[in-house]
């Protein structure tokens, strides 16, 4: 994070991007060719599922600029804490749940863990980076719809990517423990 003045609901988003990225790239760190092909059943490989977020982490990340570029003119007038949408999106259940992902966003690319987890990273960083931009705005005032759960405002499409992130360091434990 910047040491630039944030607003305290940019500063708690970036927060719980900041942390999900990290565990992130400590267990893709770990992760050794040899376990970027395991799976489950007939699901995704431990590499399709990283392929997987960063596509994700793109596209939430340009959601969120544009979101941000419809507000650019509305001040933030809240300063409660977004932490209601932070629980509402949390992977509570640490049990694996197969998902059906758009097309949109499956891994096509054969990328390897090492690929995908730049590209992920990298992803991260503008979303925080406009998010650090769009600091004082009212993310919230403008929505764009996610294909699970309808209409997302800025400050939702951001911490649905951190939760997301979340949801499958899950999946792949899950697999690499089978």
Known sequence: MSDIAL???IREVIMALTAAQQEA???CATITAEQETRRLGDG???AQVVEHMAIVEGGAGRIVSNIAKQVTDIPETSEA???DVLAKYHVADPSYRKVPAPEVVLPIHGASVT???IRMREAR???IAALEAASGTALGAAHYPHPLFGPLDGYQWSIMAAQHQRRHLVQIRTILAS
């Open 44 to 46: 995704w490989t431990v």
């Open 81 to 83: 804490s977004v932490g």
């Open 125 to 127: 960083a503008r979303l």
């Open 25 to 27: 790239d400590a267990l």
């Open 115 to 117: 690929e995908s987890a």
């Open 7 to 9: 607003h305290p609901r």
